[in-house]
């Protein structure tokens, strides 16, 4: 099993970034998938997850507007584009379901809100 998240960087405040995590090993319409960020120095935290049939199950205050999850369970993906991207958006991402067992952690996607 391997999740590989992509298409983190450098962006400036105000900017927009879309993420990908590829789901490997699982199939993808069987798990609840989220995306989590963890800062430096703080915990891991989950920001958004998603049902099987692409209804949004929690959503964070921080990112409530900006953050748009997507799920496309045919090529075992699920994407989050991110917009009005501020300061403290800067973190690793990660995907992942928060149901009871995890799968096993990737390497996660580094995005870094800075001017």
Request: aromatic share 8%.
């Amino acid at each position: 099993v391997q999740l590989q998240a992509s298409g983190g960087g450098l962006v400036q405040p105000g900017g927009s970034l879309r993420l990908a995590c590829e789901v490997s090993g699982v199939t993808l319409s069987t798990y609840v998938m989220g995306w989590y960020r963890q800062a430096p120095g703080k915990q891991r935290e989950l920001i958004i997850s998603m049902s099987s049939g692409s209804s949004t199950t929690y959503l964070e205050d921080s990112v409530k507007g900006r953050f748009t999850m997507s799920r496309f369970n045919y090529k075992n993906t699920v994407s989050l584009q991110m917009n009005n991207l501020k300061p403290e958006d800067t973190a690793v991402y990660y995907c992942n379901t928060p149901e009871s067992r995890p799968l096993p952690w990737g390497q996660g996607t580094q995005v870094t809100v800075s001017s």
